[in-house]
Structures are given as C-alpha cells and as structure tokens.
C-alpha cells in the first residue's frame, strides 16, 4: 500500500506473515506483533551458532519451512492469534530472539556514545 508507511502498517496489522528473512521481521518481533515466517531450508543457509533459535522459533510456529505448513498454523490460530501469539511458550521464544538478534533502547545513541568513548 503506497499511501501507508511500513510502521503504520506493521501498527495496524493482526498479523504479519513474511516468506523471506529480512528487517522488517527483526522489527515485527521486536515490537511484540504477531509474526509468520515460511522460508526454504534449501535456499537459506545459516550458521551453525543460529540453528538453536531457528529450531525453537519453528517448535513455537513463528517459523516454518514450507507455505503449507504456515498457512495451516495461519488457520488454526486465525479465531484466536492472541492466544497463541501471548502465550508463554512463543513469548519465551520471542523474548530470546529479540533479545540476541533485535534488541531496541530508547537510549540508543547515549550506549553506542558510550560505546565509541570505550574504544
């Protein structure tokens, strides 16, 4: 939608559903909203140290490998995402992610100051 910005769209959104790994879903979990990722195990190669979080964010169903598999997790939880995306288990998961891999603060730029000044 040209007429609307990602952040808005992110903002008003139920539920967001993605098919490659990119930014918008280190922000997407970051801000706590439901998010669906299918991508091909084939195609993506990740590093062995990255493997760990991959296989729980698939145990928790924000990551599948397939369309098929996120669109039968989709319908199961479409009456009811908040009950899956709230639920201790996905938030536990969601939580380790965010914070190794997205991690926010409001302070930001006083930590990386303070970073530089360290050097």
């Not at 706590?32 to 493997?51: E, H």
């Not at 964010?57 to 924000?62: E, F, G, P, V, Y």
């Not at 669109?71 to 995402?81: P, Q, V």
């Not at 899956?84 to 914070?99: A, G, L, P």
Request: net charge negative; charged share 25%; hydrophobic share 35%.
């Amino acid at each position: 939608d040209s007429k609307n910005n990602m952040t808005h769209i992110i903002q008003n959104s139920k539920l967001l559903i993605f098919d490659h790994m990119g930014t918008t879903i280190l922000e997407t979990l970051s801000l706590n909203k439901p998010t669906v990722i299918f991508i091909d195990f084939n195609i993506y190669k990740f590093r062995d140290s990255f493997l760990d979080i991959l296989e729980e964010l698939q145990d928790c169903n924000i990551l599948h490998n397939s369309p098929i598999s996120a669109a039968n997790h989709i319908n199961s939880i479409s009456n009811d995402i908040d009950s899956w995306w709230y639920s201790e288990s996905t938030q536990s998961i969601r939580n380790k992610f965010v914070d190794k891999y997205a991690k926010s603060d409001k302070n930001w730029d006083d930590k990386l100051i303070s970073l530089f000044e360290g050097l």
